[in-house]
């Protein structure tokens, strides 16, 4: 597999680019999905199928919650990795469910769902040591917008709107389309990146 540059979405793009990093891993998204360069594969996280590929970067955004066996996901991740490579998960911390705008003060019974399935800081904090990774850190990020089409919002792509009764749903979305009448709403996108290393 040749080197290839990735388009990230998240200004974290940048900084992986002028670290030097070249050879990255990630799970796709529709901005990412546009960049022709890159080598796509379809395979679940546990068990990618790669036997012949190393990465020195391997970043894994919004999608830890939805892993069935995230030890699994973490040793092959390690083993996928070149000595000294990085992971960085980019996830949910509860303070960061508890205040997303504008999901969590539209639909605040969001919270209580979103926290019953996003694994605890904590608890991936240990699974990464466990699966041999180590200099676990953390950094928060956070990109504010102003909202102005509520598609995303109609069409339910934060899944946890479609965990919701309908009625509760509709609630929610009564009430932001009224506020947006009045002008754009703020919109913080906030993640918390957890970085780690495989060891030397
Ligand atoms: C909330 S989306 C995030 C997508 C993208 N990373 C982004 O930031 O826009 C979660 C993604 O996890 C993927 N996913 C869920 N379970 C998975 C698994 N076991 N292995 C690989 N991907 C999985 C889903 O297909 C979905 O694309």
Not at 151 to 165: A, D, I, M, N
Request: overall charge negative.
């Amino acid at each position: 597999m040749r080197h290839r540059q990735l388009y990230l979405r998240y200004p974290i793009a940048d900084r992986l680019l002028r670290l030097g990093y070249r050879r990255i891993a990630r799970d796709a998204n529709q901005a990412s999905a546009r960049a022709s360069e890159v080598t796509w594969i379809c395979a679940g996280a546990e068990n990618p199928g790669l036997t012949d590929v190393k990465f020195d970067f391997v970043f894994n955004v919004d999608a830890i919650h939805h892993f069935e066996d995230r030890r699994r996901v973490f040793n092959e991740i390690n083993r996928l990795l070149l000595e000294a490579g990085t992971i960085c998960v980019a996830t949910d911390s509860e303070q960061i469910i508890r205040n997303r705008k504008p999901l969590s003060t539209y639909w605040p019974e969001t919270i209580e769902l979103e926290l019953a399935r996003y694994p605890r800081v904590e608890t991936l904090d240990t699974e990464l040591g466990e699966a041999g990774f180590v200099n676990v850190r953390h950094e928060e990020v956070s990109v504010t917008d102003w909202l102005r089409d509520l598609s995303p919002y109609r069409t339910k792509v934060f899944s946890v709107l479609s965990l919701l009764p309908e009625d509760i749903y509709e609630r929610g979305l009564r009430r932001l389309e009224a506020d947006l009448t009045q002008g754009p709403i703020e919109s913080i996108s906030r993640y918390l990146l957890l970085w780690a290393h495989s060891l030397p």
